[in-house]
Every structure is written in C-alpha cells, then in structure tokens.
C-alpha cells in the first residue's frame, strides 16, 4: 500500500510568524495546492491591505481577488521565495 505525503507543511517562520515550506522536493511546475478563500474585489482587497494586519491575498485578475486570510489551508501561507527551501 503506497502511503502519500503531504507536500506541503505549515512551520514557524521569521519573517511572518508561520510560513509554508516543502516537506519533501517538488519538481519544478508541479500543481501543489488550490489558493482557498474568500472571492473579493479589487477594491476590497486594497482596501483590506491599507488596513493592515497578517493577510493572504492573490490577485486573480484586474477585477477580482482570493483573500486567503481566514483559511487554514496550508497555501494561506505561500510567498514568494527568492532563496526557495532545499
């Protein structure tokens, strides 16, 4: 019986508290995860950004946007890397 892993795991980070880091290599351009959340609009995501806080919005378009904040979903916590986990 194959057991699968998780890709993904959810640790303590110094730059915002928790982060979201690999739990085992992924391949470059695989699929990990689906960004959950709440659809807003563009506005409502400037809006929610100006106010300050932990968020966890992704622009879909130049309309609408996914605000992640409340989820506990582990892609809440992706970011951008430039010096990616190995």
Known sequence: MKREIEPLIILRSPI???GCFAAVPIPA???IG???G???????ARARVARGGKISICEI??????DA????QP????????????
Do not use: D, L, M, Y
């Open 61 to 66: 378009n130049q309309r609408w946007s996914i």
């Open 34 to 36: 689906e960004f959950v």
């Open 75 to 86: 892609t809440a916590f992706i970011n951008h890397s430039c010096t990616p986990n190995s």
């Open 69 to 72: 904040s409340r989820t506990r």
């Open 29 to 31: 351009r695989r699929k």
């Open 16 to 18: 915002n508290g928790r």
């Open 38 to 44: 709440e659809k807003i609009s563009a506005r409502e």
